[in-house]
Nanobody
Framework: QVQLVESGGGLVQPGGSLRLSCTAS????????MGWYRQAPGKQREMVAV???????NYADSVKGRFTISRDNAKNTVYLQMNSLKPEDTADYYC???????????????WGQGTQVTVSS
């Protein structure tokens, strides 16, 4: 099994910054893509940012230029630096990690428990 532990959410004023982190542990051969998704009340979960094992990134249009995703492969950790936060960024943020199992070398997706981000004055 694989466990994901997220941290870094909280309450911030518009224009402020937060940094989310998500660390994977457990039965891991290697990690492929890592990403962040968010779900606002009454809305569907949406992709925020994804980073591949090679470092390629993809962002939702709504966060381009404000958010930066990065990863530390030695620590099995993915980060999301969020700057210039807006009230519409308010949501529960979830990390998603694609792990290659050491048992059969097949990829499996795992989700973090979610961390709340509230942008409000």
């Amino acid at each position: 099994q694989v466990q994901l532990v997220e941290s870094g959410g909280g309450l911030v004023q518009p224009g402020g910054s937060l940094r989310l982190s998500c660390t994977a542990s457990g039965s891991i051969f290697s990690i492929n893509a890592m990403g962040w998704y968010r779900q606002a009340p009454g809305k569907q979960r949406e992709m925020v940012a994804v980073i591949t094992s090679g470092g390629s990134t993809n962002y939702a249009d709504s966060v381009k230029g404000r958010f930066t995703i990065s990863r530390d492969n030695a620590k099995n950790t993915v980060y999301l630096q969020m700057n210039s936060l807006k009230p519409e960024d308010t949501a529960d943020y979830y990390c998603n990690v694609i792990v290659l199992s050491p048992r059969n070398f097949q990829p499996y997706p795992y989700w973090g428990q979610g961390t709340q981000v509230t942008v409000s004055s």
